[in-house]
T-cell receptor
């Protein structure tokens, strides 16, 4: 069964420093998508970055990059130059196959950026 | 452009009652998904609808039902509410159900408290 594991319940980072949030996944599918979402206290899930299983290059979106290691089944999120507004819950998610939008989420990592 | 809109934002219900949650997708999006997020957990998939038809269902009891209207808006209904139904209910929209690279976009959610 597909599964997403986030082993860091909470993380602290100093403002302007980089931080890596860990995510490992388990699937028997050859085609899948990996996503990271940010959830502030308001509750809205904000899409950050996407990586397809067949993409050879790591995805980047501004200050966000995804360190995709397919053999290790890991999809870590790297946030560069952290800002106070980055403080939030971060969820790693996997989409099963390409014919559905059923997403499986991890339990999340709470990031706190320190001034 | 308006994002995914959900209503109500907060509500309190009594055990045994019924609740209806509403969602309007992003303009042009034809697929709507519903997720339940219990405190401290990642979202759990409940339903996906596309062109008014159910395209996927998660592991939820029959007390949970949904539908999609011709304008692509959607309702989630929960009957015979239990204390354990207290959660944030997230609606997400997407252009189509599947497709590599396409992601889903979430609303701010409806916070349901069952007392």
């Amino acid at each position: 069964a597909q599964k997403i594991t986030q082993t860091q319940p909470g993380m602290f980072v100093q403002e302007k420093e980089a931080v890596t949030l860990d995510c490992t996944y388990d699937t028997s599918d050859q085609s899948y998508g990996l996503f990271w979402y940010k959830q502030p206290s308001s509750g809205e899930m904000i899409f950050l970055i996407y990586q397809g299983s067949y993409d050879e290059q790591n995805a980047t979106e501004g200050r966000y990059s995804l360190n995709f290691q397919k053999a290790r089944k890991s999809a870590n999120l790297v946030i560069s130059a952290s800002q106070l507004g980055d403080s939030a819950m971060y969820f790693c998610a996997m989409r099963e196959g390409t014919g559905t939008y059923k997403y499986i989420f991890g339990t999340g990592t709470r990031l706190k950026v320190l001034a | 452009d308006a994002g995914v809109t959900q209503s109500p934002t907060h509500l309190i219900k009594t055990r045994g009652q019924h609740v209806t949650l509403r969602c309007s997708p992003i303009s042009g999006h034809k697929s709507v998904s519903w997720y339940q997020q219990v405190l401290g957990q990642g979202p759990q998939f409940i339903f996906q609808y596309y062109e008014k038809e159910e395209r996927g269902r998660g592991n939820f009891p029959d007390r949970f039902s949904a539908r999609q209207f011709p304008n692509y808006s959607s309702e989630l209904n929960v009957n015979a509410l239990l204390l354990g139904d207290s959660a944030l209910y997230l609606c997400a929209s997407s252009l189509v159900p599947g497709g590599s690279g396409n992601t889903i976009y979430f609303g701010e959610g409806s916070w349901l408290t069952v007392v």
